[in-house]
């Protein structure tokens, strides 16, 4: 029965080399990726460790700021459609984290929860911002919430949607796509450093949303394409080598006094919204808003109903960045 066992361990790994190398994929250099996904918005900012932000400073540069901080293994092109719904009332901010994007590879070689809210920290000092709110999808979001524990002085409001951070201990069911899981696993972390297939993006992204006619073939494409800029999939390599400090961050949510908005899709099947309520528990004041039938990503997936969301939430919580001078009114007698 040993000899069974092993000889049907030895086979499936023999496969899995096999899928590995039939899916070899090179990475591909920032300079052919930036002819197609930069705007005449995109900025290459370099900070003081030296690393270079690929960063979209759009919107009414007078408004409020709103940061953006993207999910993993995806980018600030994530955020485009809330950039033109909310661009008239509000100054967007969206960057490309260490090891995504075109940003790429970081000097420091720092891919924890840790070194990207000081990568963050670093965008926005390079900017010259000092009051702003910043919102954070899945990795992101996890992110963004540590953020506010560690910089409350400089943030108006804290944006969670579809958020990383809290310890996987509510037993909710999850789906997680296949990347992620040859992600977690050892020896098929090691292959994905040289492999890449089309097929995997797509699956991901089909777990990712549950309206499975919002993923279209430039969106698969994209997300594959940055996913092999040059260094991005050994940053993810290292990046899922390392260990989490999700109890850490946990512990300081109570202390967050930022105005706060969660949303959540109630089909997430990469952190289902258990976590969603969970956030909205531990963080005092805060606001919940689920919505039906919708997955991992809805500012892509119900862009406008999202959006307006969180107009209305900034509008309400955020005082207008330049505010008209009000003439003092002498009461008579």
């Not at 590995?20 to 290459?44: C, G, I, K, N």
Request: glycine share 8%; proline share 7%; charged share 20%.
């Amino acid at each position: 029965m040993k000899r069974i066992i092993l000889a049907v361990l030895a086979l499936l790994l023999v496969a899995i080399i096999g899928l590995a190398f039939a899916a070899y994929r090179p990475d591909l250099t920032r300079e052919e990726l930036m002819t197609r996904y930069t705007t005449p918005a995109s900025q290459f900012i370099t900070l003081p460790d030296g690393a270079t932000a690929h960063v979209r400073d759009e919107g009414n540069k007078s408004g409020p700021v709103l940061v953006l901080v993207h999910g993993s293994n995806a980018s600030l092109q994530t955020w485009e459609p809330w950039v033109k719904l909310l661009g008239d009332r509000f100054r967007l901010i969206s960057l490309d984290l260490p090891g995504h994007g075109l940003t790429g590879t970081v000097p420091n070689g720092d891919y924890s929860r840790d070194g990207m809210a000081a990568f963050v920290h670093e965008v926005a000092q390079k900017l010259g911002l000092t009051r702003y709110a910043i919102a954070g999808n899945s990795m992101g979001g996890g992110i963004a919430a540590e953020y506010a524990e560690l910089y409350p002085d400089e943030l108006t409001v804290l944006i969670l949607i579809d958020a990383a951070g809290l310890p996987r201990t509510l037993g909710a069911p999850e789906k997680p796509p296949l990347a992620f899981t040859m992600a977690r696993t050892p020896v098929l972390r090691t292959l994905m450093r040289w492999s890449m297939s089309h097929q995997i993006m797509e699956e991901g992204l089909s777990k990712a949303f549950s309206d499975q006619s919002k993923i279209s073939l430039d969106m698969v494409d994209r997300y594959e394409n940055l996913n092999l800029c040059c260094g991005n999939r050994a940053a993810t390599v290292a990046r899922f080598s390392l260990p989490g400090n999700d109890a850490q961050v946990t512990a300081r949510l109570g202390e967050i006094r930022v105005p706060t908005l969660i949303l959540w899709g109630e089909e997430d099947g990469l952190i289902p919204v258990a976590y969603g309520h969970e956030y909205a528990r531990l963080i005092t004041g805060s606001k919940l808003i689920i919505y039906p039938d919708v997955g991992h990503i809805p500012m892509e997936e119900i862009a406008e109903q999202s959006a307006g969301d969180v107009r209305s939430f900034l509008e309400t919580a955020v005082a207008p960045a330049n505010p008209v001078p009000v003439t003092p009114v002498t009461t008579l007698p």
